[in-house]
Each structure stands twice: as C-alpha cells, then as structure tokens.
C-alpha cells in the first residue's frame, strides 16, 4: 500500500536526522565515543536501506551525508581514531561549499537540480539561495575545525546539536524568501518539467 504524503515526509525525516540523533544521544549519554560510532554505522545503514525501500531511490543529500557517516565512522573504528568522525562535517559541508559556489560561479544551479522537483522559483532566487546555503555550510565547516579541535567529546557533541537547531532554524529563515518568489503552478509553461532531484 502506497504511502501518504505525511507519512512519506516523516520517514525522509528519519533518514535524514536519525543516525546523526542517535549519535549524538549515544555520545552524550553513554561519553563513550567509539560506542556512539558504532551507533552512528548501523543506523547509518539502517537509514538509507530504509530510504531506499521507501522511495525507490536514496536522494543525493541523505546519499553523502550517510556514505560519509559509514566512511568516516569506520575509519574511526579501524583506527581508534575520534578525529575521522569529528571532521566528517567539515568535508561534507566543505564540499557542499564548493558545490554551491563552484556553481554559481559557472552559472549552473546543483541546488535547483536537487530540490527543483518540489520548488519552483526564478533562477535568480535559486542562484540567492546557493549563495545564502554556501555562506551557512562553510560557517558550519570552519566552526566545526575550530570546535572539535579545542573542545572536549562532550562539547563537540553539544556543538554538533547546536549546528542541527542551526540548520533548521536557517532553513526556516528562509521560508518568507521562498514564499514571496515562489512560482504558482498555473503561472509556469506546461510544456515545461521539473528537473529532477539528483545532479
């Protein structure tokens, strides 16, 4: 039986936010760090076997976040290394970074390819939303080479949570922008469609 739009957005929800939860909970309630990376593995799997089940595909954002939490968290296993974990956000947000500007600068849009299938705007507000995304990922970045540097396993775990509030309250920011220059249906070309969401 075919899912619900609801219940589809709760799930994509879990495949998204769950593994890095789970971490973090681990971590911060356990202060075992190599126990919470094992957390981190499993749900990590868990996360995008689910997602594939569910969708039929594994978008691109919960693909790179989750093989980076499996390649990063096993290098940390293998090793007994805390640091291959603690810098898997800055080269996930790095890399979003150069994504996002690299496109811009060569007038190609990853941003609208990856979300273009359920937001419709002008090119121009797509190209302000790649530029607002890659200042937030690469503030994210270097505070995260900052913390995880300075600051204990427990501070970088409350770190690392406040940079999920972060994110969410980011994304909500930008919701006016959105809703002010979004594209209604009836006002786009029919014989026009979406990109599809993957690059």
Partial sequence: MA???KHAAWIRSGVDYGSLL?????LLITHDFMKATVVL?????????????????????????GGAALIFGTLTLVFHDKSFVKMKLTFVDG???VLLFG????????????????????????????????????LCAVANEFVWRTQTDARWGIFRLAVFGAALVFSLAQTPYLMKHMIQPADQEPA???PDAGF
Wanted: hydrophobic share 50%.
């Fill in 3 to 5: 899912l619900s739009q």
């Fill in 103 to 138: 496109g811009v600068m060569l007038r190609r849009n990853p941003l609208k390819s990856l979300l273009g299938s359920s937001l419709h705007l002008p090119d121009d507000c797509w190209r302000t939303l790649s530029i607002r995304y890659g200042i937030f990922f690469l």
């Fill in 192 to 194: 026009l469609e979406p």
């Fill in 22 to 26: 789970a971490f973090l909970g681990t």
């Fill in 95 to 97: 890399f979003l970074t």
């Fill in 41 to 65: 593995v499993v749900t990590s799997v868990a996360a995008l076997a689910v997602g594939l089940a569910v969708e039929r595909r594994v978008a691109p954002l919960p693909l790179l976040t």
